[in-house]
């Protein structure tokens, strides 16, 4: 598998998870209300936050033609893309102060371009990674403008089908970009966990040998949790201060306690993973003593027969191994034996030792 950094932090299975708290519209237009949001996220526990670099007249047009409208069940239904966009996204000129102020807090921070002049401007503020979002990545263009910034790519596969991924792949290292990383993605807003299909992680693993992660739309923190259990190096989670301050994306966004229990769970899956591993881990080492073998379990004399009523597989360990029960059964006791001892092999008899005992009786 291909390596990937975000600055100087490396991403892949072997790693920590990389969690990234997406701003998207959630500050609502106000510059505090977004250093506030990063600062609650550095509290709750993400390594990087994530913008958007758009204006409303870079993403679309401001047109009336009902293409331009939305429907189809969405959380938009019924304004045109121009004004969704006019509210959601994030002032250029707040985009270094943010960074600056995720930095001094010890965060990465990045951002999709939707545009060639995004790209640019990015690159002038010196973003330590690209990303490409799920409706874009039919974006060839785009794609390949990223690319040749020679810069790790992120590359989220949201409604695309597995000839859209390929072929963004490919234009992708062909343009320059050495570092790839695909994020899983149901780009439905929010997206139902019937539709999430988190077992095309370890494919999408396979079948382009790159780092994956999610970018999450999901109510809730157990998405996040199955994709790491399932490979997952990196989670992508929307992220609001409070959903009753309401903006285009806060009903799928998580709140600063949600958020940090999502990391917790995440940080749990990731440890419980550990490694390919057999025999007794550190923990279990003392448990041994409680595992089962062979006891005599009734008073039996010298010479006495071994039985399934006098010998027994039972707690604790300390007698002979309990493959030995069938070898045992039928042959003598060598002394007299109390009940609860531990059956060793010099408590068995041989032949010779039977003969001594028959004629001493």
């Known amino acids: 598998m291909s390596e990937f950094h975000i600055g100087a932090r490396k991403i892949g299975p072997d790693e920590p998870v990389y969690v990234v708290a997406e701003l ?19 509290n709750a526990g993400a390594d990087a936050i994530k913008l958007q670099t758009y204006t409303a007249d870079t993403i679309t047009l401001k ?15 019924g304004r045109t893309l121009h004004d969704l966009y006019s509210e959601a996204f994030t002032p250029w000129e707040w ?3 943010l960074m600056e102020v995720a930095k001094d807090l010890g965060m990465d921070v990045f951002s999709s371009a939707f545009d060639d002049r995004a790209v640019d401007f990015l690159e002038s503020i010196h973003v330590p990674v690209h990303k490409i979002a799920s409706f874009e990545l039919v974006d060839l263009p785009l794609i390949e403008k990223m690319g040749r910034t020679g810069k790790p790519l992120i590359l989220s596969t949201g409604m695309a089908s597995l000839e859209e991924i390929s072929e963004a792949v490919d234009i992708a290292r ?10 899983k993605c149901t780009s439905a807003y929010p997206s139902p966990a019937t539709e999430m299909n988190l077992r095309t992680i370890p ?10 992660g999610l970018s999450d739309h999901t109510h809730d923190v157990v998405a996040p949790v199955v994709a790491v259990s399932l490979g997952a190096c990196f989670i ?6 409070s959903r009753s301050d309401g903006g285009a994306d806060s009903v799928f966004s998580l709140e600063p306690e ?64 309990t493959r030995y029960y069938s070898t045992i059964l039928g042959k003598h006791a060598k002394t007299q034996i109390e009940p609860g001892t531990p059956l060793t092999w010099d408590l068995v008899a041989d032949s010779a030792q039977l003969d001594a005992v028959a004629s001493s009786q």
């Not at 992508?236 to 201060?241: D, I």
């Open 203 to 212: 494919e999408l693993q396979d079948r382009f040998e790159v780092p994956v």
């Open 95 to 97: 985009q270094p102060r």
């Open 258 to 321: 949600e958020f940090a229990a999502m990391v917790k769970a995440v940080r749990a899956a990731e440890h419980s993973l550990g490694r390919v591993c057999f025999g007794p881990s550190k923990h279990e080492a003392s448990s041994r003593q409680f595992r089962r073998s062979l006891f005599v379990v009734e008073p039996m004399k010298a010479g006495e027969t071994f039985s399934t009523k006098n010998l027994r597989s039972i707690r604790p360990a300390g007698g002979l191994h």
């Open 63 to 77: 047109c009336n033609r009902p293409c331009f409208h939305i429907g189809g069940g969405t959380l938009w239904d």
């Open 24 to 42: 998207s519209a959630n500050h609502g237009q106000n510059f505090e209300r977004a250093v506030r949001m990063i600062e609650a996220a550095q």
């Open 174 to 183: 062909r343009s320059g970009a050495a570092e790839i990383l695909l994020l």
């Open 236 to 241: 992508e989670k929307h992220f609001t201060l």
